[in-house]
């Protein structure tokens, strides 16, 4: 039954798209448009046709998937003006290439049309966005228009990509992976080879379990043996995307829900049960839409009950996205302060010597508030950052750009960053 199917996997990874964009590019270049449809306020299917061959069915959603498809899509009766736009530019235009951005979660889809070569970019990050682009390089239309404070996607501005979440890893070498990983210091390497290079935890993680390395192990604690393990392990991971040696697969647990969905086995994975598919494209279809088929398939069930389902259902996902929506920001706020506190380390370890040495120097630790509040009317760093002293529990708490936290002088301070992270 359908409600016993839990999708768990929340978001492409750069692997993901460099395997269906694989797939695509044997499959689909040289298609001609012949209709483009808006399913919902994020999804896109392209209707595509080769000479003497079916119809594919090509599925964009913004921020969240693409693949082809084999099912049957209701569409809307009256297309949004979004969906009118592409189809005045692209319709009759032929697909002539589909190419990964810098193995970002960036897709992007040259056509050919009778104005001339145009460039539609899928943005699989973050809230996501579905973007087209003309000859000048030029936006004509968006899904989604925004002012941000590194580029803005509006009409008639200069395209450009967002800045790019980490290292290319095609073009890591072993020397460039071991000053990269070292830089990060006191950071637990899943973490460090998440940010440092544009693969995501979940490939992270499964590059450190091929190579053998513990996830939680600190960067400058890793020897050189061990971060060469990792790169090789990475390279062994890229090399099954670039070589096309997919093994395309949908992973169960135990009773049957479907847990995620990966263009090869991976190791993390290897006590799960899986389910084979023949294309990466058939696998992500039956992942994301297969509720959808089930639910058609039961239309034969009374109206109310079905209803009364899908009410429950939607109450139970509501209260479960909130309850995520809540711990992603609370994570993000944690981010963002391990962050400014490594932006700032040298600061702030001279703001806590400042209390430290308080019983050496017979001070009062009133005395050396009042001291650096004095300073912080003056401007004076790291006293700009002070707010106020805890005597009690030892604590510090300032602020930066209007964030507000703590600082314990029981805890040393990259041991307290490795806490809020």
């Not at 711990?327 to 962050?339: L, M, S, V």
Request: proline residues 3%; contains cysteine.
């Amino acid at each position: 039954m359908c409600d016993k199917v839990l999708f768990k996997k929340k978001e492409f990874t750069s692997f993901d798209v460099a395997a269906v964009v694989r797939e695509l590019r044997e499959t689909i270049l040289d298609s001609r448009v012949s209709n483009v449809y808006q399913i919902d306020s994020d999804t896109l299917l392209f209707k595509l046709h080769k000479p003497d061959k079916p119809a594919f069915g090509l599925v964009l959603e913004s921020a969240r998937r693409l693949h082809l498809t084999s099912y049957v899509i209701e569409k809307p009766m009256m297309p949004p003006a979004f969906c009118m736009a592409l189809r005045k530019y692209l319709k009759n235009g032929w697909l002539t290439d589909v190419e990964q951005y810098e193995f970002e979660r960036v897709v992007v889809f040259n056509f050919k049309t009778k104005t001339g070569g145009l460039k539609l970019v899928l943005e699989l990050f973050g809230e996501g966005n579905i973007i087209l682009v003309d000859e000048r390089g030029k936006i004509l239309q968006a899904l989604a228009y925004k002012r941000m404070r590194d580029r803005n996607i509006l009409r008639e501005e200069i395209f450009a990509f967002a800045p790019s979440s980490g290292k290319n890893p095609f073009k890591i070498k072993k020397e460039d992976m071991h000053e990269g990983l070292k830089a990060f210091g006191d950071v637990e390497v899943v973490r460090a080879l998440a940010r440092f290079l544009s693969i995501g935890g979940v490939y992270a993680e499964e590059a450190l379990l091929r190579a053998g390395v513990e996830k939680s192990k600190s960067c400058n604690a890793l020897s050189e043996s061990e971060i060469d393990a990792v790169h090789d392990a990475l390279q062994g991971l890229l090399s099954r995307v670039l070589n096309g040696k997919l093994e395309p697969c949908i992973v169960l647990d135990e009773n049957g829900n479907f847990v995620d969905v990966v263009p090869f086995m991976l190791k993390r994975y290897e006590r799960f049960k899986s389910q084979p598919y023949a294309s990466f494209n058939e696998a992500l279809d039956e992942f994301y839409v297969r509720v959808l088929s089930v639910e058609k398939a039961a239309a034969d069930l009374e109206i109310d009950k079905l209803t009364n389902e899908a009410n429950r259902l939607k109450r139970i996902i509501a209260s479960q996205e909130k309850t995520l929506a809540e711990a992603e920001a609370e994570i993000i706020k944690y981010k963002t302060i391990g962050d400014t506190i490594y932006a700032h380390s040298g600061e702030f370890q001279a703001l806590l010597d400042r209390f430290l040495t308080v019983k050496q120097s017979g001070k009062e630790w009133n005395a050396v508030a009042s001291e650096v509040l004095a300073e912080k009317r003056s401007g004076l760093k790291p006293s700009v950052f002070f707010e106020s002293f805890d005597s009690k529990s030892l604590v510090i708490n300032v602020s930066v750009d209007s964030l507000h936290f703590s600082l314990s002088l029981r805890i040393r301070l990259f041991d307290a960053t490795g806490q809020f992270y």
